[in-house]
């Protein structure tokens, strides 16, 4: 097929949706930051819980009552040092945490007018503050003499490199891209992060200094586990997951069928979002955060008709109520009980996609309804989740591996004595940021506890 008959096949996918200037306005910040008067008013909202639930709930053990009595007391510093001590990627956090499910939603609050303290944005004002100043809250303790690999640079990784860097261990980073930052850097929503903030915090944190960074140095390749472990005195894995899910249907690789971790990336590197390519008729098939910030970046992009089909019922979707209903507001249609049957072409490009309808039986299990359902597809971007890869990990080792992820203990302590793990790659973990920021500072508790054990 020539690449006229091409064009006019995929005419429907095409760059400059909209002006610059109106892609400019959409990604923007999702929620506009705290004035000063605007926090001090949010702050004194707070009851300040003696038991607070809010801390309770929060995965990264901030004492949020004791953040928000200082910013109520004008004192922005010992605000933020009070986050950051516990979360050290809490500017990242206030911007990305899923709050309305966790600390907020504990928010004694609720229970009196249905609003609870804006926690979320009360964080980013606090640490915000000492970010934008380069304010450094840290220093590093005496060198221990230890030195500690760290597999990937995402939060994860870097929050247990600032733990042990801050008690006096030396840490070498390892990552296979050029990039440092992982998720925060290529897979959140480019509108929860602009004006490049993941690099101004991983710069912030990166600034304690006895971190050395190795970049381009992939799990398999040119590193392994079993050299890191001859090499070190401990290893920690914040790899992540490198591979994404496949729909598992007939002529996958066709054009126009997507990976949707890809494309985010794309859009999160790229400085002129106008340019990039987009559908009219888009279609993403999962029910998680990438399916829901996919589906809105193609809608800010200009996208006509986006749709995000998922394959069981809307209670079960692992995206949260407030993300289901920010999709819808970007007009985003979700579709409940859709499982992908068949992908349709035309001339090796996808224009369409089949789904079964699927009803739940009453063993909890669903069954295909015999009714199908066909939507109209310039792209089918691929969100189903990603996978762990392996190599570099298991080989000559017994490393514990289940259902695609590493084992770990409460310390995040894998089955090899010199090797901790946390964030994505680990069993059990829910794929939040501020979650794999609490795996690696609890890792690297455990490895300083255990390397200065008898010191």
Known sequence: MSDNNLTNKVMNIKSHRLSKKEIDDNFSDLHAPLSAIEALIEADRCYFCYDAPCTKACPSDIDVPG?????RSDNLTGAAEKILS???FGGMCARDCPTEELCQLACVRNDHEQKPVEIGLLQRYATDSVLNNGVQLFSRQENTGKSIAVVGAGPAGISCAHRLAVLGHKITVYDAKD????????????YKTPNDFAQQELDYILDIGGITIETGMQLGKQINLEGLQEKYDAVF?????GSVNKLNLDNEDISGVIDAVEYIANLRQTNNKDELMVGKNIVVIGGGMTAIDIAVQSKLLGAEQVTIAYRRSKKIMAASEYEQALAKKHDVQIQYNMSPKRLIADDSHVTAIEFDVMKSQNDGNLKASGENIT??????????????VTEGLTD???LEIEKGRIVVDEQRKTSLSKVWAGGDCVLDGDNLTVSAVQDGKLAAISIN???TQGA
């Open 86 to 88: 516990e979360n050290i």
């Open 67 to 71: 953040f928000i009595q200082s910013i």
């Open 396 to 398: 000559n080792n017994s």
């Open 179 to 190: 990039k440092l930052g992982g998720l925060n850097e290529y897979g959140i929503a480019a």
């Open 237 to 241: 894995l914040g790899c992540g997951l």
């Open 375 to 388: 939507l109209k597809a310039d792209v089918v971007f691929k969100a189903i989740g990603q996978k762990l």
């Open 449 to 451: 506890e255990t390397l």
